[in-house]
């Protein structure tokens, strides 16, 4: 008799192992949350699945950002979760960037009047795409900064240049300290290591024009580890970890190496020697932050 197992057996306790390890992962997390931000009035983040994005509430109406509803009925909930808050109209939706995971699904918002607002790339983007399920934006922000006013707050609407897109918006509370922009600071991980739809060098000189911002929190457009904040640390983290990135794929370049070849062979020694263990860690595990 053979001491090896059939294959099949094998392979059905292979599965079996797998889908136990992956649920004992995977905590269970209801489908969609709304926090209030701990010390504010009036700022609260809006959850659905793994995308996230803020709203304010003021007695002249609300100012929503991302609707985060691509293939998904997240826009109604979203309104359904505002509407236990306040009968207040809902006046704005603002768009983080043109990236359709964070800007699809706002119909819903659009039917109930509120104005879209969005950079003019995002709003040339979505032109350009065509999707039915964007919704095209009525006002765009042109230069550096714009300011929305409603009911007593003010929110910033920043442009700092191309990064994780080119049309990218920092938007900020100036009497919250409160920024929130989405998929290129990272909180506790690094880039996306294609990094499509970014750009270098632009990155590091929007990091620098949003650590000399005033700010002390930032919600980010996917849940942080634990459900934290970001703070003025991760920019510099995320700073440091280009600056240093480019420095050692030039050093590499400069010993004769082609720039795809330098590119990948940094990448143990630089990201893992400044990064923080944990930070480190994820990097030899890595999983995606957007
Ligand atoms: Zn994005």
């Avoid at 009525?138 to 230069?143: A, E, F, I």
Wanted: hydrophobic fraction near 40%; glycine fraction near 8%.
């Amino acid at each position: 008799m053979s001491r090896m197992l059939p294959i099949a057996s094998l392979a059905a306790i292979l599965t079996a192992l797998l889908a136990s390890t992956a649920q004992a992962q995977q905590p269970q997390q209801p489908p969609f949350a709304t926090t209030k931000v701990e010390g504010t009035e009036n700022v609260y983040i809006f959850r659905f699945g793994g995308h996230q994005s803020m709203f304010i509430v003021t007695p002249a109406g609300v100012i929503v950002t991302d609707p985060i509803g691509l293939r998904r009925p997240a826009a109604k909930t979203y309104i359904e979760e505002i509407e236990k808050i306040t009968k207040a109209p809902i006046r704005y939706v603002i768009y983080s960037h043109s990236h359709f995971d964070h800007i699809a699904g706002g119909k819903p918002f659009k039917d109930k009047g509120a104005t879209f607002i969005a950079h003019t790339n995002a709003k040339a983007r979505i032109q350009q795409v065509k999707d039915p399920d964007v919704v095209v934006p009525d006002q765009v922000v042109t230069g550096s900064k714009r300011n929305i006013t409603l009911g007593g707050t003010t929110l910033e609407l920043n442009y700092v240049g191309k990064n994780h897109s080119d049309s990218m918006l920092v938007m900020r509370l100036p009497k919250e300290k409160i920024i929130f922009t989405v998929d290129w600071i990272p909180l506790n991980g690094v880039q996306f290591r294609g990094m499509a739809d970014n750009y270098l060098p632009d990155m590091e000189e929007g990091l620098k024009k949003v650590i000399a911002m005033d700010w002390e929190r930032m919600i980010t457009g996917h849940p942080g580890p634990g459900g934290r904040l970001g703070n003025k640390d991760d920019a510099r983290t995320a700073l440091s970890y280009l600056q240093d990135l480019s420095a050692a794929v030039k050093e590499a370049a400069s010993h004769g190496k082609c720039y795809d070849g330098a590119m990948l062979s940094p990448r143990r020694g630089a990201e893992v020697t400044w990064l923080p263990r944990r930070q480190a860690n994820r990097l030899r595990h890595p999983n995606q932050v957007a």
